[in-house]
């Protein structure tokens, strides 16, 4: 008796925590859930309001129609194609130029490493802190690059001053900070590369550029991607460069939706409508994750069939 | 202390002698001005303390948020005199202005107690008024027994003292009777001419005096020095681009932002025959002698290139002309000053004015105690120090412009500048509507702006489609 009775509770005991061990493990994921939920949750909750926080008094619920209104209001568009065009568009040239830098690299040297190495410093700026350098450079009275500018006949180039020029203005920005990623995450990717496919290429006599648009390319698409998807979801969420730049202008130029939706919290403190734009902006960075992520499954499951 | 100078600095607190004559008995005993300052300003606030209950919170702790600012050091070089009058102690977070009213906007929509009291502008408070973050300070003010009998709130200029109270209702006038003060002045900024007269000069051109001289003479200047632009103002994508002198020259041609209806119902008013004739002589101006890069131009640019000597003139806050005439500016000493009338048939300036206020935030531990300083940093006292010790301009009282201590200092080192003070100061104050879209207003009609000298909207059309989208938005909120 005295054996046995002590047995019984531990048993049960050692039930009852295998069950609930499995919910014990999944607790921080699950809290960490929670807390990232509650402000998403919180989002969508504001951007079916109507609220203001200088009208107080005129706060209520309104369901979709922040987002209704966004089909006839003519800026809501704005923000989009601006929005789109400079993710698209710096995303674009930095995939160029990264490759082609990657490419330079490629061969693992001392000089080349060093390169490499040098080549990241802008990406160790801030953003903002590059934004406002650039825009000493550019300053018509004293700008390095005014000055260059003016040398190759641009006597009166205004940068991000000019509606003409201010896209070009920021996304060299852009390019001048994030091109160091693509080169870096490229570089790694084309150094990974088994051999074998280039030295058979090499041996059967295949031009270089058919090795690279045939082989290295599509070997390397599985980093293009990536590379291209975290490039993406980031600079379609642009707001520190431009904000430092032009504050979304001249006009409404570089009214891109994070500065957007900034000027309609902290500016206007309409909360209900900058809510709205953040959410539509959650909407298109969604589906393009989607879209690359499937991209992305289907070229490592080719490449896995061909291996 | 000796006892003469102890008799002399007594003598001055009993109004027997001049600050003046005070300064000069001091000299002559070997006391240097800047010891005579603390010893003056540490009698002022003994002599504070006979009359009021100074003591009444002491031990307890405040907390500010600050801009930075040369009226925020005035205040901290004078804060210890505080802390000794009082026994209360004071802490501070000094924020850059570039994101201070992101983190005024943050703590006060948060309700946080952490501040007890900010600086803020007249314009903010009809956002944080309505919001209910800030409080009615006539409660403190017409209180005898929480304000000392010195105060002297009369003595606040008017047109100032004014802009800083609203009634809360959209349109309302600014200092109705039936207003709330919202925040208290501190220091403020008119809008005038500040130029370099030595390039003046060599132009061979004099100070313009309305808005067609002040195109033309932009231009010639610009054309008579190169790479030096006529005339600097401001052109960044912001509210702020509106209120300085664009504003104020838009307001000396008598036109306002907003309509008010009978019904309170509030409509666009920019897009008149006069407004825009004012709006194709303000784009021309810029387009022809403005600043290459001005849609990216804030203040700060403003100032620093008639500092720097790259531009010849600018219609903007008259502090920045006071600023860029001293310390190791390039131009300092070559810097004028005018009153400016936009409008050449108007009998005299009407500068829209920028108020850098003091407000107690709603959600403070303890208002009372919050009120001693802010009548202590905003009375009479400490606003003769600032101005006279520290660059504590312009100041809000009365009494310090009438200060002949105060007003030899400006005219020595900054000749002309008193005199544009009190010819523009009558018709200083805030043109604009009070109500709760203004920065949204203004911010748009400030991109209209930068459309407009960018040639992608004539001014007709472009004054046009921001009225429509002005009275849309004033709609949707249930303004218009």
Known sequence: ?307 | MYEKENDLINAYMRGQMSRRSLLRGLASMGVTAGTAAVLVNGAATRAMAADFDWKAHSGKSIKLLLNKHPYTDAMLANLDNFKELTGMEVTYDIFPEDVYFDKVTASLSSQSSEYDAFMTGAYMTWTYGPAGWIVDHNEWINDPSKTNPNYNWSDMLEGVRKSCAWNGRPGGALGSDDAKQWCIPWGYEQNNLAYNSEMLEKAGVGVPSNIDQLVEIAAKLQAAHEGVYGIGVRGSRSWATIHPGFLSGYANFGQKDLNVADDGKLSAAMNTEVSKDYHAKWVKMIQDSGAADWSTHTWYQVGTDLGAGKSAMIYDADILGYFMNGGDNAMAGKLAYAPFSANPEAAAPTPNIWIWSLAMSKFSKDLDATWYFMQWASGPEHGLFGATQMDFVNPVRQSVWDDAGFRKRLSDSYPGYVEMHDVSAPGAKIHFTPQPLFFDLTTEWAATLQKMVAKEVPVDEGLDQLAESVNAQLKDAGLG
Not at chain 1, 15 to 23: N, T
Request: net charge positive.
């Open chain 1, 1 to 307: 008796m005295t054996d046995t009775t002590p047995a019984v509770p531990a048993r049960r005991r050692l039930r009852v925590s295998s069950k609930l061990f499995p919910y014990l493990l999944s607790l921080p994921a699950l809290l960490v859930c929670i807390g990232i939920l509650i402000p998403f949750f919180t989002a969508v909750w504001y951007s079916l309001q109507k609220y203001r926080l200088s009208q107080p008094w005129n706060r209520g619920m309104n369901w979709g129609d922040n987002y209704l209104n966004f089909l006839t209001d003519s800026s809501f568009w704005n923000t989009l194609q601006v929005s789109l065009t400079y993710a698209f568009l710096t995303v674009g040239l930095e995939l160029l130029l990264g490759l082609g830098i990657a490419l330079l690299l490629q061969k693992r040297t001392r000089l080349n490493n060093f390169i490499s190495i040098m080549l990241l410093m802008p990406l160790m700026t801030a953003p903002a802190l590059a934004a406002l350098m650039f825009k000493l450079m550019t300053n018509p009275n004293f700008g390095i690059l005014s000055y260059f500018a003016q040398v190759l006949g641009f006597a009166d180039m205004r940068w991000a001053s000019d509606p003409s020029t201010a896209l070009l203005t920021v996304v060299l920005v852009d390019i001048w900070v994030y091109t160091p990623f693509i080169m870096i995450l490229l570089l790694a990717g084309l150094r990974s590369l088994p051999t074998q496919p280039f030295e058979a290429a090499a041996l059967d006599g295949v031009p270089r550029l058919q090795q690279f648009w045939r082989i290295t390319l599509p070997m390397l698409m599985p980093y293009v991607l990536t590379a291209a998807l975290f490039r993406l979801l980031d600079s379609i969420q642009q707001f520190d460069i431009i904000y430092a730049m032009t504050q979304g202008g001249p006009g409404d130029q570089l009214m891109v939706f994070q500065v957007e939706a900034y000027l309609n919290f902290f500016q206007s403190t309409n909360v209900g409508r900058s809510a709205a734009l953040l959410l539509v902006l959650w909407a298109i960075t969604f589906f393009l994750s989607n879209l690359f992520i499937k991209n992305w499954l289907r070229l490592r499951e080719r490449a896995r069939g061909e291996v």
